[in-house]
Nanobody
């Protein structure tokens, strides 16, 4: 059974940093595309970053390029999202998701989802 467990959200001031973690189980980690998505109140879910280790590719949304870094630890079956220079508009529930294909970083392509973790950026 594929399971994804996201953690690390919280309240942070603008300009601050957070690191999200997503622990995965039930599948061969490096064969999948793993993604971070977020959904703010009243907005559609959007792709933040996606990684496919076997293809060595990582993509980022334009809104987070240069501020967020996604990485994976295949030995631990865990992916991370390091978020720096956070802005109030980064406030959202962040989800990790997985798909067994080399998938574009859009939510409709991902079949497995973890529960979200709330990130609030506010002074």
């Amino acid at each position: 059974e594929v399971q994804l467990q996201a953690s690390g959200g919280g309240l942070v001031q603008p300009g601050g940093s957070l690191r999200l973690s997503c622990a995965a189980s039930g599948f061969t980690f490096d064969d999948y595309t793993i993604g971070w998505f977020r959904q703010a109140p009243g907005k559609e879910r959007e792709g933040v970053s996606c990684i496919n280790s076997s293809h060595g590719s990582t993509v980022y949304a334009d809104s987070v390029k240069g501020r967020f870094t996604m990485s994976s630890d295949n030995a631990k079956n865990t992916v991370y999202l390091q978020m720096n220079s956070l802005k109030p508009e980064d406030t959202a529930v962040y989800y990790c998701a997985a798909d067994p294909r080399l998938s574009p970083c859009y939510s409709q392509f991902f079949g497995y989802w973890g529960q979200g973790t709330l990130v609030t950026v506010s002074s």
